[in-house]
């Protein structure tokens, strides 16, 4: 079992930029694909990306469209959500999680940690 634990979340005005971070602790972070997802109040869980262990692509949801870039610095065991452009839309709890494969991996199912969240209000 990893454990995580988010934080940087705040109250940002469109436009604005954030940066999440996610420390992990448990498990030899460098093997662990690790992803963001983010839940909306009346919606559903939603991937936003996910970056395995170093050296791959991370792999994206259509809506960040260039405005979010995930990184991971695994010698600090922390993986990173560096958002731009933050718009009203992008309101919302958002959750690292980590997962033991390399597949799947924008599906929430696939992932057998997560973190508790932290929320991100982007005001218009």
């Known amino acids: 079992q990893v454990q995580l634990v988010e934080s940087g979340g705040g109250l940002v005005q469109a436009g604005g930029s954030l940066r999440l971070s996610c420390a992990a602790s448990g498990r030899t972070f460098s093997t662990l694909a690790m992803g963001w997802f983010r839940q909306a109040p009346g919606k559903e869980l939603e991937f936003v990306g996910v970056?395995?262990?170093?050296?791959?692509?991370?792999q994206y949801a259509d809506f960040v469209k260039g405005r979010f870039i995930i990184s991971r610095d695994n010698a600090k065991n922390t993986v990173y959500l560096q958002m731009y452009n933050l718009k009203p839309e992008d309101t919302a709890v958002y959750y690292c999680a980590a997962a033991e494969r390399y597949s799947g991996l924008e599906y929430a199912r696939n992932y057998g940690s997560w973190g508790q969240g932290t929320q991100v209000t982007v005001s218009s």
């Open positions: 970056r395995g262990w170093s050296g791959d692509t991370p």
